[in-house]
């Protein structure tokens, strides 16, 4: 069925040729879990690429990080904007993470063989899978807090 959709593209960094409504549709699935969770481009795209579209783990981090660059753009506006919910402070202390720990991070994938990324991968996934799964479990620290975590009035 999905090798029948019109629009055929050869994307020759990624190896593949298939119709562009694909990646438009991840892309609309990828905004919208964006702006609705806040996830998206690593968690979500990632995956996603490597095994619904089949592309080589390497190129799969670089395309995703280009996407996020946008698509995190536009929510983080349009959240400012609907629903008032940016922290400003907090966004510009992870950026400065971020922009230092990139590099790094850029050096050891070079480094690693694609199935070990997606070991990584893996494991962080489960990981956070656990942690909402176990924090949904907890009985919350109020009557009126859905949450387990505390946080400053």
Not at 23 to 43: E, R, Y
Not at 110 to 138: C, D, F, N, Q, Y
Request: overall charge positive; proline content about 5%.
């Amino acid at each position: 069925l999905v090798h029948r959709l019109p629009l055929k593209l050869r994307f020759y960094k990624s190896k593949l040729y298939i119709s562009a409504l694909l990646p438009i549709g991840l892309g609309f699935v990828i905004g919208i879990l964006s702006a609705i969770l806040g996830v998206g481009g690593g968690f979500v795209l990632v995956p996603a690429m490597i095994y619904l579209l089949g592309m080589p783990t390497a190129v799969v981090i670089g395309t995703s990080n280009f996407q996020i660059l946008f698509v995190a753009a536009n929510v983080t506006f349009l959240q400012a904007a609907t629903n008032g919910t940016v922290d400003v402070v907090l966004a510009l202390l992870l950026i400065l993470g971020g922009v230092v720990g990139a590099p790094v991070g850029s050096r050891i994938a070079a480094k690693l063989p694609g199935v070990a990324l997606r070991g990584l991968m893996s494991l962080l996934i489960l990981g956070v899978a656990a942690e909402l799964l176990t924090e949904l479990l907890r009985t919350p620290s109020s009557l009126y807090s859905l949450g387990t975590r505390e946080h400053l009035p």
